[in-house]
């Protein structure tokens, strides 16, 4: 009798991103069954084979990773603002995971070593802006954990600044409650060689509206993870980010935006500008759409471009549909570099080449800048971008 063998399955060889083989083992279906916890150790060694890891630097943020962190208070000035309280608040206050709990390892290593969480409570119906700055964390590994609260009905605009020297894994919360409207912006001007990696959770109540907005122009590697549940009938998610990576910067952001209760909006919108070699971008946007959210209109797209030879950027669009009673869904990317015939109108019109080039990378991410709804930060974003395309000279003779 001769022995018959068959082909591998493709597919059925054990994969590295842990679990395949083990008894009972079932694939995570769709992205709403991830494993999360608050512990540590209940999490896998991250090998940087995962497909959450794989894109990421992971030998440069070991530290935060796996590494013990500082969770004591840090240093900050904040605007002290007529209906919004900030204060620290113990770790075992039960707000604390009201909006999520964490997915990865990172995450959860900075969730369990946090002393106080800094927690930003507003209950003024007419809008507030508060401006939250830090800029002394140091260079040694450190944890921290946010808390941002919008009460019922609420209006308010929370500007989150970081920069100078950090090494620092965080975990931001953002609840906003019924009827309230919230905006944060997270602005990363870190030192060159910092490193933040960084998750934020946002659940949005009944007939509320909260606008994210990520914004990332300097530090080493910066992984920001935007993770948001429209949880209320009638809520709406604008989701924004612009970065602007410069020669061996990494960033990068996943955004997961879950359409829970009927009758949400999201849109996820996320542009950035690479120049210099080993400048990299990683933009992985997911979109679910549950099985209780009829009447669902949601638009996710992530936009490159590429001034400069030797920069790299991943986009990657994902979109799970689990009822067909929506109004809408799409997603989009496109990485590219200058528009010629864009820049040939302008000079047609007397505009030498390299002040073409500077008003189409203005435009390109002015989009994103006049989102915030702050004129004042608008102004220095502006100033920011100009400061970096004058780096390389891409927009010099």
Request: glycine share 10%.
């Amino acid at each position: 009798m001769s022995l018959v063998t068959t082909p591998e399955q493709q597919g059925a060889k054990a994969h590295s991103d842990g679990g395949w083989g083990e008894p009972g083992y079932v694939p995570v279906q769709t992205r709403s069954a991830r494993f999360s916890s608050v512990e540590h150790s209940d999490f896998p060694k991250v090998t940087g084979l995962e497909s959450d890891w794989k894109l990421t630097p992971v030998s440069l943020v070991r530290s935060l990773i796996d590494g013990e962190l500082n969770g004591a208070h840090y240093d900050y000035v904040a605007d002290v603002r007529p209906g919004v309280v900030i204060e620290w608040i113990d770790r075992t206050d039960p707000r604390i995971g009201s909006a999520g709990i964490p997915e990865e390892r990172a995450s959860a290593n900075a969730w369990s070593s946090f002393d106080e969480a800094l927690a930003i409570t507003v209950t003024s119906e007419e809008h507030v802006t508060v401006t939250l700055t830090r800029s002394g964390l140091g260079s040694a590994p450190r944890a921290a954990h946010m808390l941002i609260i919008a009460k019922p009905n609420s209006n308010a605009t929370v500007i989150l600044e970081s920069s100078g020297p950090a090494t620092l894994s965080e975990n931001v919360e953002v609840v906003v409650e019924d009827g309230a409207t919230l905006t944060v912006v997270s602005l990363q001007e870190w030192a060159d060689d910092a490193q933040h990696l960084s998750s934020h959770f946002a659940t949005v109540g009944r007939d509320a509206r909260l606008k994210h907005i990520v914004i990332s122009l300097s530090g080493a590697v910066v992984r920001l993870n935007p993770s948001v549940h429209l949880s209320g009938e009638g809520s709406d998610g604008d989701l924004y980010g612009l970065y602007f990576a410069d020669a061996g910067q990494h960033f990068e952001q996943r955004v997961y935006l879950h359409h829970v209760a009927p009758n949400t909006k999201g849109r996820v919108n996320y542009k950035g500008a690479l120049q210099g070699k080993g400048a990299r971008a990683v933009w992985v946007g997911d979109v679910l759409i549950g099985p209780d959210a009829a009447g669902t209109d949601s638009y996710e797209q992530n936009r490159n471009l590429v001034l400069t030879e030797g920069t790299r950027a991943d986009s990657i669009p994902n979109l799970e549909i689990e009822t067909g009673d929506i109004l809408g869904a799409g997603h989009a990317s496109a990485t590219g570099r200058f528009d010629d015939e864009q820049l040939f109108y302008l000079q047609a019109r007397g505009i030498t080449e390299a002040e073409a080039r500077r008003l189409v990378v203005i435009g390109f991410l002015s989009e994103i800048v006049q989102k915030i709804g702050n004129p004042e930060l608008e102004a220095r974003l502006h100033s920011a971008i100009e400061a970096e395309l004058s780096l390389t000279g891409v927009v010099t003779p």
